[in-house]
């Protein structure tokens, strides 16, 4: 099975504090996801990236940034983290697909992350 | 950028239909569907290609109209176990940037 952990499942912080959230998959999947989820509003996506050190803007990356040193590992940073930041972040992994990027998408168990 | 998903909730009885509809404003190159149960992470359900190729759960059906840039969810003989919220996903362009999920639909079945 594939397996998409996130390094927490709930995390609180100040306003301004700088965040990582981490995602680790064990699939060999060479796209990964960062995405935030808020009531109303359904996943939206911060950024993509489709290998090493590749990375592309999604629809939301002000106030982000990501990092891709190594294939199964894909992080997520908040430089300065603010209260409108307050979401649940969602990481998901998925080989590409023929006719289309991503094939199926797992996504790990979300980090709840409360800025204060 | 963003699908819209119709309707926003429903509330069915075991043993009955219902359909989720999905309708973007752009070309898609394909529409992903995903169920996510309360507290847990979205699971993958279909994806639907322009040129009609499927892939996906083999008790849950869906179309892809790529004229008019709609896909339609079928969830028939509904199960207490198919309660939820289903997003559709919908790819516009051919780099994985262009990837947007709807807002989603809340279905609930009771007995």
């Known amino acids: 099975d594939v397996k998409v952990t996130q390094s927490s499942r709930y995390l609180v912080k100040r306003t301004g504090e700088k965040v990582f959230l981490e995602c680790v998959q064990d699939?060999?999947?060479?796209?990964m996801f960062w995405y935030r989820q808020d009531p109303g509003l359904g996943l939206r996506l911060i950024y993509f990236?489709?290998?090493?050190?590749?990375?592309e803007k999604g629809d939301i990356p002000e106030g982000y940034s990501v990092s891709r040193e190594k294939k199964e590992r894909f992080s997520l940073i908040l430089e300065s983290a603010s209260t409108n930041q307050t979401s649940m972040y969602l990481c998901?992994?998925?080989?590409?697909?023929?006719?289309?990027?991503?094939?199926?998408?797992?996504f790990g168990p979300g980090t709840r992350l409360t800025v204060l | 950028q963003q699908p819209v998903q119709s309707p926003q909730a429903v509330i069915l009885r075991e043993g009955e239909d219902a359909v989720i509809n999905c309708s973007s404003s752009k070309a898609l190159y394909s529409v992903h569907w995903y169920r996510q149960k309360h507290g847990e992470a979205p699971v993958f359900l279909m994806i639907?290609?322009?040129?009609?190729e499927q892939k996906g759960h083999e008790k849950i059906s869906a179309s892809f109209n790529e004229k008019k840039q709609q896909s339609s969810l079928y969830l028939t003989a509904s199960q207490l176990s198919y309660s939820g919220t289903y997003f559709c996903g919908t790819e516009i362009g051919n780099t994985g940037n262009q990837f947007y999920f709807g807002t989603g639909t809340s279905l609930t079945v009771i007995p």
């Open positions: 639907l290609l322009k040129g009609g």
């Open positions: 699939m060999d999947h060479e796209n």
């Open positions: 998901a992994s998925s080989f590409p697909y023929t006719g289309a990027v991503t094939d199926t998408q797992y």
């Open positions: 990236s489709y290998d090493v050190k590749m990375k």
